[in-house]
């Protein structure tokens, strides 16, 4: 069973640009969630897809802007990045049904806005 | 609008001794509880999750959590404590009434095991 990946590992971009960040989901879960975390602070839910579909989405503008593929697999896209972007943004994907299901993490991407 | 408080940033223990991080959340509905740990440079980690039934929930690597819904409580326990547990504790709660799965974290605990 294949565990969730993301990339890149690390990633540098300078204010204004945009980046897009990947990640496939656990083997079997048709849900993906990606979170934020800041230095120091948990992470913060940005938004959720579920087949597909975005099923949530956190206290985050609409720069921040994700897609979910029919593989499950997904993209974060960041517009007009600032610098309190930088952070780790994690992924997390999640069994399907509505049962109350624990998310599994990736490593993460680490952000650096300069 | 729900949210999760980690009181302490860090927890001291010795080796062998018992340990506790605690936490405690504020939700509109029934909660479901969930603790993780990252260690430096890596992603979160499940140990454990609370969905209903018995109120001591056990989780992997010998940690354990109590829910209690009167104090609106859900602390991570360990008898013995382990230099390997060393890492960063997170707290988290969703709400399911709608399906959706989103977690909200507490700001974390940083446990530190002394040899």
């Known amino acids: 069973e294949t565990g969730v990946t993301q990339s890149p590992t690390h990633l540098i971009k300078t204010r204004g640009q945009q980046v897009t960040l990947r990640c496939s989901s656990q083997?079997?879960?048709?849900?993906v969630s990606w979170y934020q975390q800041a230095l120091g602070q948990g992470p913060q839910f940005i938004f959720q897809y579920y087949r597909e579909e975005e099923n949530g989405r956190g206290n985050f503008p609409p720069r921040f802007s994700g897609l979910q593929f029919p593989n499950y697999s997904s993209e974060l896209n960041v517009n007009a990045l600032e610098l309190d972007d930088s952070a780790l943004y994690l992924c997390?994907?999640?069994?399907?049904?509505?049962?109350?299901?624990?998310?599994?993490f990736g490593p993460g991407t680490r952000l650096t806005v300069t | 609008a729900q949210s999760v408080a980690q009181p302490e940033d860090q927890v001291n223990v010795a080796e062998g001794n018992p340990l506790t991080v605690k936490c405690t959340y504020s939700?509109?509905?029934?909660?479901?509880l969930f603790w993780y740990v990252q260690y430096p440079n890596r992603g979160l980690q499940f140990l454990l999750k609370?969905?209903?039934?018995?109120?001591l929930v056990k989780g992997s690597y010998g940690f354990e959590a109590e829910f209690n819904k009167s104090q609106t409580s859900f602390h991570l326990k360990k008898p013995s404590a382990l230099v390997s547990d060393s890492a960063l504790y997170f707290c988290a709660v969703s709400v399911m009434d709608t399906g959706r799965r989103a977690l909200t974290f507490g700001s974390g605990t940083r446990l530190q095991v002394q040899p």
């Open positions: 939700v509109s509905g029934n909660p479901y």
């Open positions: 997390a994907s999640s069994g399907g049904g509505r049962g109350a299901h624990e998310q599994y």
């Open positions: 083997s079997g879960h048709n849900t």
């Open positions: 609370y969905i209903t039934g018995d109120n």
